[in-house]
């Protein structure tokens, strides 16, 4: 057999493939229709997006993978095929801290899929207002960062707010430097938010030491200003340069090969256990001596662990402080529940923000 009829058979069985994938993929959005019609019968006021559910799928996509598409790709393939099914029975509206071409719109692409409609509002209480007035089904914000720690702004809005935490998104992000098409020793300003400024300050230091650096409100108004303005580059991330029309005049240029920002994705409703959960806490604990290892002893006693501790002044008075704490596991599971109410007993202020799957990708 020569190459071209090689070739040929093989295009023939990946066209018989495509075959069986359309009309599987058409099935399940048929059978994803017929579960939107029992619960709309059930329930004319029916949510139709299940966070565990689909954490549950995206595990065991990638627990069943066998290559040779890496689990991350094959989740990603599953995320969509799951957007476009939900939006067959109510496209989703998400909200999200922009403008548009931020790292958080690519943060809520990855977690809802791009079947729905995002939303970009100007800042992160927008994004909180937004859900609270039922505008949006979901927001999704920015709560820390690896290298440069806790977004405060965030975890403060937690302090009124009655929406709940129902996802989280980690997100790698890949800062580039964007220009059109300029040589590096033609730039004479840089524009960035702060945050990728700091996480860029050694590639900076190194390549273009006596450039200005010019602090704006997000990466993609850097990358807006990039494109406006002569002798200018940006830092910013994939979808800036493609909506600005830039060129990546160096890519990765982050100093921490592991920069990854985690995001909250924020909602109205509560979220079932999907085997491999957090819970968000926000306590409070008068100030004294033990006063924070004894509101940590009920962890301790029914083996819950916690992944992490952050304080913020409560407002309430000076030198007051409360602790948004996460902890592993489900508020529903037993240990954690035993634990949580022999918290609320002790604490001076005790609110649950949320129970919710850990990121999947």
Sequence with gaps: MTEEEQLAEIR??????????????????????????????????????RPEREAQVL???????????DDEEVARL?????????????????????????????????????????????????????????????GVVPVENSSEGVINHTLDMFL????????????????????RGQPLEEIKTVFSHQQSLAQCRGWLDRHLPFVERVPVGSNAEAARLAAETEHAAAIAGAMAAELYGLDTLAAN????????????????HGTEAS????TSLLVSTRNEAGGLYRLLQ?????????SRIESRPSRRGNWDYVFFIDLVGHRDDPRVKRALEALQKIAGMYKELGSYPQAVL
């Design 298 to 306: 009920p962890l301790v006693e029914n083996g819950v662990s916690m």
């Design 78 to 138: 599953f995320r969509e095929i799951m957007s476009a099914c939900l939006a067959l029975e109510r496209p989703l509206r998400i909200a999200y801290l922009g403008p548009e071409g931020t790292f958080t719109q690519a943060a809520a692409l990855k977690h809802f899929g791009h079947s729905v409609r995002t939303v970009s509002m100007s800042s992160i209480p927008d994004v909180f207002q937004e859900v609270e007035n039922e505008s949006a089904d979901y």
């Design 160 to 179: 009124s707010s009655p929406l709940q935490i129902c996802g989280e998104v980690s997100l790698r992000i890949h800062h580039n430097l964007l220009g």
């Design 59 to 69: 595990r065991n996509v990638q627990a069943r993978n066998q290559g040779p598409l």
């Design 253 to 268: 240029i982050e100093d921490e090969a592991g920069n990854t920002t985690r995001f909250l994705v924020i909602g109205r």
């Design 12 to 49: 023939r069985r990946i066209d018989a493939l495509d075959e069986q994938i359309q009309d599987l993929l058409n099935r399940r959005a048929e059978a994803a229709m017929e579960v939107a019609r029992i619960k709309l019968a059930a329930d004319p006021n029916a949510v139709f997006y």
């Design 275 to 278: 085997g491999d959960d957090k």
